[in-house]
């Protein structure tokens, strides 16, 4: 660049601009590729927020499900066993009822 005293060329005005044109360029793509790299970050950081968010919905959800379940397998479990003793008397009815139908009259 010439001295201050002396007018300014063409050549060193093209020189300064050219200059400054790589100065903007580096600090734009600089900008940019910080830019990028933020906001992967902040992708991939909410990516793993709403997984994080998924698998806790799905544990509540299977919780639910579980005590739900577990009131439910203790109902038919004491279905289960009443009518295994239902079915016993039955069964023992259904054999006197039989005994009877096929004991010969006495004459």
Do not use: C
């Amino acid at each position: 660049m010439p001295d201050d005293d002396q007018p300014i060329t063409r050549a060193d005005l093209r020189t300064e601009i050219d200059r400054a044109t790589v100065t903007i360029n580096a600090a734009t793509a600089a900008a940019i590729a910080a830019a990028q790299a933020d906001t992967a970050a902040a992708i991939t950081a909410a990516e793993q927020r709403a997984a994080k968010l998924a698998r806790d919905m799905q544990t509540e959800i299977l919780r639910g499900i579980e005590a739900f379940a577990r009131g439910n397998f203790a109902r038919m479990h004491r279905l289960e066993t009443s009518d295994a003793d239902t079915n016993a008397r039955i069964t023992a009815l259904e054999e006197r009822v039989l005994y009877l139908e096929t004991r010969r009259p006495a004459h």
